[in-house]
T-cell receptor
C-alpha cells in the first residue's frame, strides 16, 4: 500500500527566504508525482506535475524534483512571498489516475 | 474554459440523513474521481467514474455511492450520515481516454459537509 509522508508538517519563514518542502513515498512504482497548493477552505490548485521519467519540473519560482528510486521529491520555492502562504500537498499516481496524498505542509511566509 | 465545478459549496445535515453532491468536470475530461478531506488531513480517494461506471474504489463503506451521467458530470451520494462524514468533498477530473496516465488532474473547490 502506497504511503506518502510530508515533512515538515508546518513551516514559518520570513519573506524573501528560499525554502524546501519534502515528500517521500513508499512504493517507487509510480506514474507521476504532482504538487498542489491549497488555500484555507479551498480546493486544490495543481502547481507542478513530474512524470516518472523526469527528474524535475520548473514553473516560475517553483522547482520540483523527483528521485523515484529513493522515493523522494522536493518542492523548492525561491524568494518566498506572503502570498505563498498556503498548505502544499504532494500526491503520487500509481496508474489509473488515482492519487495518494500526503497530509501536507502548512507554509506561513511572514512579511 | 470552465474548470471543475461543484455544488453545493456548503451544507449542513443531521445524522442519519442522506446527501447528494454534484460535480461537472473540466471541459473535455471524461473521468471523475471523488476525494474526502477531513480537517488537517490529505484527501482520501473514494471512487472514480469512467464511461458511467465505477472504475475503482477506495476504502469507503457502501454508504458512499456515486453516478456518472452521459455528459460526464457526476454525483456523490452518502446515506445514513455519521458525524465522522463531516469533511471537504473534492471532485477531480481527468482525461483517461487520452491513453496515457500522467495527465494533470484538476480539482474543484469542494463541497463542505457538516453533519450535526
Amino acid at each position: 500500500k502506497q504511503e506518502v509522508t510530508q515533512i515538515p508538517a508546518a513551516l514559518s519563514v520570513p519573506e524573501g527566504e528560499n525554502l524546501v518542502l519534502n515528500c517521500s513515498f513508499t512504493d517507487s512504482a509510480i506514474y507521476n508525482l504532482q504538487w498542489f497548493r491549497q488555500d484555507p477552505g479551498k480546493g486544490l490548485t495543481s502547481l507542478l506535475l513530474i512524470q516518472s521519467s523526469q527528474r524535475e519540473q520548473t514553473s516560475g519560482r517553483l522547482n520540483a524534483s523527483l528521485d523515484k528510486s529513493s522515493g523522494r521529491s522536493t518542492l523548492y520555492i525561491a524568494a518566498s512571498q506572503p502570498g505563498d502562504s498556503a498548505t502544499y500537498l504532494c500526491a503520487v499516481e500509481g496508474g489509473s489516475e488515482k492519487l495518494v496524498f500526503g497530509k501536507g505542509t502548512k507554509l506561513t511566509v511572514n512579511p | 474554459d470552465a474548470g471543475v465545478t461543484q455544488s453545493p459549496t456548503h451544507l449542513i445535515k443531521t445524522r442519519g440523513q442522506q446527501v447528494t453532491l454534484r460535480c461537472s468536470p473540466k471541459s473535455g475530461h471524461d473521468t471523475v474521481s471523488w476525494y474526502q478531506q477531513a480537517l488537517g488531513q490529505g484527501p482520501q480517494f473514494i471512487f472514480q467514474y469512467y464511461e458511467e461506471e465505477e472504475r475503482q474504489r477506495g476504502n469507503f463503506p457502501d454508504r458512499f455511492s456515486g453516478h456518472q451521467f452521459p455528459n460526464y458530470s457526476s454525483e456523490l451520494n452518502v446515506n445514513a450520515l455519521l458525524l465522522g462524514d463531516s469533511a471537504l468533498y473534492l471532485c477531480a477530473s481527468s482525461l483517461l481516454s487520452g491513453g496515457t496516465a500522467g495527465n494533470t488532474i484538476y480539482f474543484g473547490e469542494g463541497s463542505w459537509l457538516t453533519v450535526v
